[in-house]
C-alpha cells in the first residue's frame, strides 16, 4: 500500500511540474509576444496556451506534433494569419514569430524538439 501511495506521489508531482513548464512556456510566449508588437494597435490581445505533457516529448513524431501547436501558437500570438498586413507589419510579424517560437522552445529545453527547431530553421544560402 505504501509503494501505490508514493507511485501516486511521484506522478502527481510530475503533473505539476509539467503543468508548471507550460505555465512558463506559456508566460514567455505572451511576453515576447507583446513586447514586440508593443508599438502596433491590437484589435485583441488574446493569451495563447500551448499544453502539452512530457510524454509528448518522448518522440520525434510526437516532438514534431508539438513543434507544429508551437508554431501556430506563435503566428497567433504575432498577428500572422490575422489578416492583411503592410510591409513593415508583415516583417516585424515575422521577427516577432521567429523570436518567439526560438524562445518557447529554448525554454522548454528538450533535446528533440531543440534538433527538430534548429532543422527546420537553418537557412542555407
Known amino acids: 500500500m505504501v509503494r501505490l501511495v508514493s507511485t501516486q506521489l511521484v506522478y502527481r508531482v510530475f503533473e505539476f ?3 508548471g513548464l507550460s505555465a512558463i512556456v506559456l508566460t ?3 511576453l515576447i509576444a507583446a513586447d514586440a508588437r ?7 490581445a488574446d493569451g495563447i496556451a500551448v499544453k502539452f505533457t512530457q ?4 518522440s520525434p ?3 514534431e506534433n508539438l513543434y507544429r501547436k508551437l508554431k501556430q501558437a506563435s503566428r497567433k500570438a504575432c ?20 523570436e518567439t517560437l ?4 529554448r525554454k522548454i ?4 524538439l531543440t534538433s527538430l527547431h534548429e532543422s527546420k530553421t537553418n537557412k542555407v544560402g
Open 79 to 98: 498577428g500572422i494569419g490575422g489578416g492583411f498586413l503592410n510591409l513593415q507589419e508583415r516583417t516585424r510579424a515575422e521577427k516577432c514569430y521567429d
Open 61 to 63: 513524431a510526437d516532438a
Open 55 to 58: 510524454a509528448e516529448l518522448n
Open 28 to 30: 514567455t510566449l505572451l
Open 17 to 19: 511540474s509539467t503543468a
Open 38 to 44: 508593443a508599438g502596433e494597435p491590437s484589435a485583441s
Open 109 to 112: 529545453d528538450r533535446p528533440l
Open 102 to 105: 526560438a524562445e518557447v522552445v
